[in-house]
């Protein structure tokens, strides 16, 4: 089993709609949760970080369920611009631990 | 950009062939990580270096070694190169928390 799976999609969606992402972990042991945003043939770059209480930064809102291992990222108001993988990410240590990448999820959003 | 440099940004080997692929991190940043990402994958941890030294290895082989040098900047090397190392390999530097990357060498053996 990987220790982040994620659904690959691809995920197609019409500019405007809502969209949401899912994600579990293995490891009870993570601590450190995080999504990324890669554009196609470029590097990943941190989207947001995720708290128990749950964070929203604009259009994106992330939820984490420690009891479940599950991560979640909505996207309200899609823009083309959103058009991207999006990759969950956990990690073992809060401070420059290893990052576990899942495969990430493919979002194309259309005119 | 996050100031994250690496080279050379392309690359085509053999079989069998070795490879060095370099990185210069962040200023400031005393830590780099070497991830590598097969097509339609998620990154994988490679090892990470802290002050010069092997700080933590993902399941890679021996023939994966790495270095930090005293500036912090960074190399990953590859012996007896096979097809499947053919991937995109990012380094990412960090001082605390956040791993800034950068954009990457993609290496294809052939």
């Known amino acids: 089993r990987k220790e982040v799976e994620q659904d690959p999609g691809p995920f197609n969606v019409p500019e405007g709609a809502t969209v949401a992402f899912n994600c579990t972990y293995s490891?009870?042991?993570?601590?450190?949760f995080f999504w990324y945003r890669q554009d196609c043939r470029k590097e990943p770059k941190l989207l947001m970080s995720?708290?128990?209480s749950g964070n929203e930064d604009g259009r994106f809102t992330a939820q984490l369920n420690r009891a479940s291992q599950y991560i979640s990222l909505l996207i309200r108001d899609s823009k083309l611009s959103d058009s991207a993988t999006y990759l969950c990410v956990v990690t073992y240590s809060s401070n420059t631990g290893k990052l576990i990448f899942g495969q990430g999820t493919t979002l194309q959003v259309k005119p | 950009e996050t100031g994250v440099t690496q080279s050379p940004t392309h690359l085509i080997k053999t079989r069998g062939q070795q490879v060095t692929l370099r990185c210069s991190s962040q200023?400031?940043?005393?830590?780099v990580s070497w991830y590598q990402q097969a097509l339609g994958q998620g990154p994988q941890f490679i090892f990470q270096y802290y002050r010069e030294e092997e700080n933590g290895r993902g399941n890679f082989p021996p023939r994966f070694s790495g270095l930090q040098f005293p500036n912090y900047s960074s190399e990953l090397n590859v012996n007896a190169l096979e097809l499947d190392d053919s991937a995109l390999y990012l380094c990412?530097?960090?001082?605390?928390?956040?791993?800034?990357f950068g954009p990457g060498t993609r290496l294809t053996v052939l």
């Open positions: 200023s400031g940043h005393n830590t």
């Open positions: 990412a530097s960090s001082w605390g928390d956040e791993q800034f």
């Open positions: 995720v708290y128990s």
């Open positions: 490891n009870s042991a993570s601590q450190s």
